[in-house]
């Protein structure tokens, strides 16, 4: 009898130690997933192959210090009797001197652009960050606001891709005059292209750069812009980020690919830009 009993306490506890090491074991592969997570998302280049006077445009290297100590590198390229101040927050590959072709569209549209690098792109310090996009973002809007002396009404915050995201981050902390999203998400979870699985990925990377909750509170006029041939960030992640902006909105459909819609779309795409800033800047000069 005793060795029946002795037989039946050893059972659970081997069923103990088998759960623990299951916990164990999936607390660990969720860390190692969000260590691993912003060399996922980032994809930085060091080198600027270019600068804006490739183009012709005249500009000012610029050197911030975020809230954290590390100096981070823009370019503040200005244009002759602007309407406005575009602040512009790029997508995850590259660096600033892969953006030139968008930084002249906006100076062309009678803007001045003030472009950043995030921590560990171009001749940015640090290494790339998910909490620290955010502090780069404030870096760069407050460069404008406390050294420039621009009034938020006179600024538009631009983000394409993981740079929509850095936008509606910074929503959380400030106001612009208006908010421009192209070819962006709802938040990165989301981007599992298999919907079932995607409160797994909530639940081992955390609810990561969740703009459609900060557009639900977003009354800043906004427009987005998005491809259904996007096949790095799915088109229906914009329209449901759009759908969830609460105040003024506007939504373009472009063509072509995630990093080249604007530019086969270019017409309807600069038609877009130029309606939406005459409505809240006024008319070129």
Same mark, same amino acid.
């Given at each position: 009898?005793?060795?029946?009993?002795?037989?039946?306490?050893?059972?659970?506890?081997?069923?103990?130690?088998?759960?623990?090491?299951?916990?164990?074991?999936?607390?660990?592969?969720?860390?190692?997933?969000?260590?691993?997570?912003?060399?996922?998302?980032?994809?930085?280049?060091?080198?600027?192959?270019?600068?804006?006077?490739?183009?012709?445009?005249?500009?000012?290297?610029?050197?911030?210090?975020?809230?954290?100590?590390?100096?981070?590198?823009?370019?503040?390229?200005?244009?002759?009797?602007?309407?406005?101040?575009?602040?512009?927050?790029?997508?995850?590959?590259?660096?600033?001197?892969?953006?030139?072709?968008?930084?002249?569209?906006?100076?062309?549209?009678?803007?001045?652009?003030?472009?950043?690098?995030?921590?560990?792109?171009?001749?940015?310090?640090?290494?790339?960050?998910?909490?620290?996009?955010?502090?780069?973002?404030?870096?760069?809007?407050?460069?404008?606001?406390?050294?420039?002396? *621009?009034?938020?009404?006179?600024?538009?915050?631009?983000?394409?891709?993981?740079?929509?995201?850095?936008?509606?981050?910074?929503?959380?902390?400030?106001?612009?005059?208006?908010? *421009?999203?192209?070819?962006?998400?709802?938040?990165?979870?989301?981007?599992?292209?298999?919907?079932?699985?995607?409160?797994?990925?909530?639940?081992?990377?955390?609810?990561?750069?969740?703009?459609?909750?900060?557009?639900?509170?977003?009354?800043?006029?906004?427009?987005?812009?998005?491809?259904?041939?996007?096949?790095?960030?799915?088109?229906?992640?914009?329209?449901?980020?759009?759908?969830?902006?609460?105040?003024?909105?506007?939504?373009?459909?472009?063509?072509?690919?995630?990093?080249?819609?604007?530019?086969?779309? *270019?017409?309807?795409?600069?038609?877009?830009?130029?309606?939406?800033?005459?409505?809240?800047?006024?008319?070129?000069?």
């Amino acid at each position: 009898m005793k060795t029946v009993l002795h037989g039946h306490a050893v059972k659970p506890a081997k069923k103990r130690y088998s759960f623990l090491w299951l916990v164990l074991l999936l607390i660990g592969l969720v860390f190692s997933i969000r260590s691993l997570l912003p060399r996922i998302v980032f994809k930085p280049a060091r080198e600027l192959i270019c600068t804006p006077e490739t183009y012709g445009l005249r500009f000012e290297d610029v050197t911030l210090v975020t809230s954290d100590g590390l100096n981070i590198n823009g370019w503040y390229v200005p244009a002759p009797e602007a309407r406005g101040t575009l602040l512009f927050f790029h997508g995850n590959a590259g660096n600033i001197s892969h953006r030139l072709d968008s930084i002249e569209i906006f100076h062309y549209l009678g803007f001045s652009v003030f472009i950043v690098d995030y921590r560990g792109y171009g001749k940015s310090e640090g290494r790339c960050s998910i909490p620290g996009i955010t502090e780069d973002a404030l870096a760069a809007w407050k460069y404008l606001t406390d050294e420039r002396r *621009i009034p938020p009404d006179n600024i538009v915050v631009f983000g394409r891709s993981v740079g929509g995201a850095a936008a509606m981050q910074l929503m959380r902390h400030i106001k612009p005059r208006a908010l *421009i999203l192209e070819s962006t998400f709802s938040s990165l979870p989301e981007m599992v292209r298999v919907p079932f699985l995607v409160p797994v990925a909530r639940f081992v990377i955390g609810d990561v750069f969740n703009s459609a909750e900060i557009a639900s509170e977003l009354t800043v006029p906004t427009l987005c812009f998005h491809s259904p041939d996007d096949g790095i960030v799915p088109y229906r992640l914009g329209r449901r980020l759009y759908e969830s902006v609460a105040g003024d909105k506007a939504f373009v459909e472009l063509t072509g690919g995630h990093n080249e819609g604007f530019l086969k779309s *270019i017409d309807v795409y600069r038609f877009a830009l130029n309606e939406f800033f005459t409505k809240h800047f006024g008319e070129m000069r």
